[in-house]
């Protein structure tokens, strides 16, 4: 039997087979795994996470093996998380994200694994985050975590990653929708992939637009409407229309005032990018790339990672305090009395759920776990 001393002492050697191992341990919550994570705690945080969301179809898949490829030709380690819809029934997975990722797979620089969500709405099984947790104590470089890709509940990533890219397409509508799945609360970076088709270059404005309301540069990336110069509109430049005369009498009777340069963003303040891709011709990989290195960098410069870091560790303490006692409570040690008890009286009708319940937290409250 592989102990967990056993598979720590393989991690910090860098074994394959034993992050394998510490994977499945974890995935399956098997006994050990919690004291495991602890012993890797000390060894996280060097590793770049990157979640990556979307609604399916958005091409993800692909655009993460370009991104997995473009870090390796920088000479980085890559893990990639890859979530996929599990069945109600079996809790089974297709898993099919390893099947679009088969070049990426070959590479022993990159580690690819596919796990099931399991149900979890936002697209996330529970165990992901500490998944990253291993790869990350493993030594990866990079890790790219992909969600499920199920529309406007895949809000969960954003809480177990440095950074969050958003993947979107023509066909996932305007960018008022966007901003109603809340997805624009979450997004470091966007990115339209998909962009050789019709519609890419109106979304990608009308994300910008979108975006601009949050800076106050709502018009920033939008070009002059049919070729007009505004400069020259707002009288800073005389036309050319060969009656200079006229106009300067104009002007210095009827004075238009200077056009107000948009305003610069804080230094303080991200504005997320809104990036052009098609990923199986490759094109705006490297763009994109840059761009999710220079939100890390922005995370470093302004202290907002060790933030954010600090409040993913919070989160993740009530996660686990959440899991052990649900884990106590539905355990033959636990309060087995009480709830078999509340369950008959909320089948027999003598009361509501809420009052079933209650009574059952007031026991355990009590000491009484019969």
Do not use: C
Not at 10 to 15: D, I, S
Not at 54 to 82: D, N, W
Not at 242 to 262: C, D, K, L
Not at 279 to 296: I, M, Q, S, Y
Request: negative net charge; charged residues 25%.
């Amino acid at each position: 039997m592989v102990t967990t001393e056993v598979i720590l002492e393989g991690l910090a050697a860098r074994e394959p087979a034993a992050l394998a191992r510490a994977i499945s341990l974890v995935e399956n919550g098997s006994p050990g795994f919690e004291q495991m994570l602890a012993g890797l705690h000390p060894r996280l945080g060097k590793a770049r996470r990157i979640g990556v969301t979307g609604p399916p179809g958005a091409g993800k898949s692909t655009l993460i093996e370009r991104l997995a490829a473009l870090y390796r030709r920088g000479g980085l380690t890559v893990g990639v998380v890859a979530v996929d819809p599990s069945s109600p029934f079996t809790g089974g997975a297709l898993l099919g994200d390893r099947i679009r990722m088969e070049q990426a797979a070959l590479d022993p620089g990159v580690f690819i694994r596919s796990m099931a969500s399991r149900g979890s709405l936002g697209g996330m099984a529970t165990t992901t985050g500490e998944v990253a947790d291993v790869m990350d104590a493993f030594g990866f470089d990079r890790i790219l975590i992909e969600t499920v890709g199920v529309g406007q509940s895949e809000l969960e990533v954003a809480s177990i990653s440095d950074t969050t890219l958003v993947v979107l397409v023509p066909e996932s509508g305007d960018g008022i929708q966007v901003m109603k799945a809340g997805l624009m609360e979450i997004a470091d970076v966007y990115a339209v992939n998909k962009a050789d088709r019709p519609g890419a270059d109106r979304l990608r404005q009308e994300l910008e637009v979108a975006l601009g309301f949050k800076t106050g540069q709502t018009f920033r990336h939008v070009p002059a409407h049919h070729g007009v110069d505004l400069d020259r509109v707002a009288g800073t430049e005389a036309p050319s229309h060969g009656r200079t005369g006229e106009w300067a009498v104009h002007a210095s009777a009827y004075p238009v005032p200077p056009r107000p340069s948009a305003p610069v963003p804080p230094a303080d303040v991200w504005e997320p990018p809104v990036i052009a891709t098609v990923a199986p011709k490759d094109e705006g990989v490297g763009e994109l790339g840059a761009a999710l290195e220079r939100h890390f960098d922005f995370l470093v410069r302004s202290g907002a990672l060790e933030a954010r870091r600090a409040r993913q560790r919070e989160q993740r303490t009530r996660d686990v305090v959440e899991r052990a006692l649900r884990r106590w409570v539905f355990s033959p040690s636990g309060p087995r009395g009480a709830l078999e008890a509340a369950f008959a009286d909320v089948a027999s009708g003598k009361r509501s759920p809420y009052e079933a319940a209650s009574g059952v937290v007031e026991r355990i409250r009590g000491g009484d776990g019969a």
